[in-house]
């Protein structure tokens, strides 16, 4: 079982920065691919970025590439989110997630375990 809790989220101006983290209470948590996905209210949950078991592969939605930055340190079994020049339209509830595959990275069926998620607010 892996149970993962996410900090860093809060409310910012347009233009500010965030840092996610997500923190994994399993010590293999090196085996396992990670990613981060978003929920707007009255929107399905989508995928933001994803970092594979090794750190050595990254992905990122569109609106995401050259903002946002994934990252990891697996003697922490923790990833990060790294968001700068955050706009309104990022406001959103951020998970994050773990798998054990390396399958479809982008759809959160791929993903077994989820953190509770946190709050980013962006005002304009």
């Known amino acids: 079982q892996v149970q993962l809790v996410e900090s860093g989220g809060g409310e910012v101006q347009a233009g500010g920065s965030l840092r996610l983290s997500c923190a994994a209470s399993?010590?293999?948590?090196?085996?396992?691919?990670m990613a981060w996905f978003r929920q707007a209210p009255g929107k399905e949950r989508e995928f933001v970025a994803y970092i594979s078991w090794s750190g050595d592969t990254t992905d990122y939605t569109d609106s995401a590439q050259g903002r946002f930055t994934i990252s990891r340190d697996n003697t922490k079994n923790a990833v990060y989110l790294q968001m700068n020049s955050l706009k309104p339209e990022d406001t959103a509830v951020y998970y994050c997630a773990a798998s054990i595959r390396y399958s479809s990275f982008t759809h959160t069926a791929t993903y077994d375990y989820w953190g509770q998620g946190t709050q980013v607010t962006v005002s304009s």
């Open positions: 399993k010590r293999v948590f090196s085996n396992y691919h």
